[in-house]
T-cell receptor
């Protein structure tokens, strides 16, 4: 079992619709959770961070965290073609692993006009 | 201010050669990280510096890989006797190094190709 799992996709979404991305993790002690967006050939760009159970909204993005279920998700509302990218989920357990991030394999999202 | 910078952006070398990859973190960031990303996969942790010292080098795959950060700012990742399997995107990130959690910001990466 991978430490951080994501569906590789591609997740195909019509323009204007909601894209829903999921991530599960195995380390129950994880405390910090991050979503990065990565365009093809480019480096990861931070979109959202979340540390407490519940929802966190930032513009068109909403991150949801459920530590009991070891599950974190990202919703992209009003999806635009420019949102087409790979979305990486990253997890940190400060107590066990210091500052290092453990990444999932990423979900490729394709927003169709 | 300026973000994390990495040089070169691309490096092509031959099997068995030595390469150095450079990372210049965000000004004032004391923590610096190296990750490696193979095609179609997420980044994998290599090493983490807090100041000048390597706080965690558990991700370095073998003793051909070494990294330094002598003055607590710029870091160099060094790879000896390169192998074709070393071909990947090498990513550097930095963070403030204060507090928990500590958000990491990535540089543009160095694409290494070993022929």
């Amino acid at each position: 079992q991978k430490e951080v799992e994501q569906n590789s996709g591609p997740l195909s979404v019509p323009e204007g619709a909601i894209a829903s991305l999921n991530c599960t993790y195995s380390d129950r002690g994880s405390q910090s959770f991050f979503w990065y967006r990565q365009y093809s050939g480019k480096s990861p760009e931070l979109i959202m961070s979340i540390y407490s159970n519940g929802d966190k909204e930032d513009g068109r993005f909403t991150a949801q965290l459920n530590k009991a279920s070891q599950y974190v998700s990202l919703l992209i509302r009003d999806s635009q073609p420019s949102d087409s990218a790979t979305y990486l989920c990253a997890v940190n357990n400060w107590g066990a692993a210091g500052n290092k991030l453990t990444f999932g394999g990423g979900t490729r999202v394709l927003v169709k006009p | 201010g300026a973000g994390v910078s990495q040089t070169p952006s691309n490096k092509v070398t031959e099997k068995g050669k030595y390469v150095e990859l450079r990372c210049d973190p965000i000004s004032g960031h004391t923590a610096l990280y190296w990750y490696r990303q193979s095609l179609g996969q997420g980044p994998e942790f290599l090493i983490y510096f807090q100041g000048t010292g390597a706080a965690d080098d558990s991700g370095l795959p073998n003793d051909r890989f070494f990294a330094v950060r002598p003055e607590g700012s710029v870091s160099t990742l060094k790879i000896q006797r390169t192998e074709r399997g070393d071909s990947a995107m090498y990513l550097c990130a930095s963070s403030s190094g204060t507090g928990v959690p500590d958000t990491q910001y990535f540089g543009p990466g160095t694409r290494l190709t070993v022929l």
